[in-house]
C-alpha cells in the first residue's frame, strides 16, 4: 500500500492483496510509527451495531441516506478469505 502511495494515480483503481490483518495490529502499528500510544479500550461489537441499527431505523423513517450500515460493521469484523 505504501508502494501505491508513492506511484499511484488519483481516480485510478488498485487490487490491494495480502495477509489479513486485525485492526488492534493496524492500530499497534500505526501507533509505533507515529509515536503515540494506542487506545487502552476498545469498543465491543454490540456497541457499533446497536449505534448503525439505530441509524439505519432513523434513515429509513426520514427518507435519507444511511452514513453507516449493520452489514458494513459486521463486515469489518469478519475474517473474509477468497480462495
Do not use: Q
Not at 487506545?39 to 434513515?59: D, M
Amino acid at each position: 500500500m505504501l508502494r501505491m502511495a508513492e506511484i499511484g494515480r488519483s481516480g485510478e483503481r488498485y487490487l490491494l492483496g495480502g495477509t489479513f490483518a486485525e485492526l488492534a495490529c493496524i492500530i499497534a502499528n500505526l501507533a509505533a510509527l507515529t509515536d503515540t500510544k494506542p487506545p487502552k479500550r476498545h469498543i465491543p461489537l454490540f456497541a457499533p451495531v446497536a449505534l448503525a441499527t439505530a441509524v439505519e431505523t432513523w434513515s429509513r423513517m426520514t427518507g435519507t441516506t444511511s452514513p453507516m450500515s449493520v452489514e458494513a460493521i459486521r463486515l469489518m469484523n469478519a475474517r473474509l478469505s477468497v480462495t
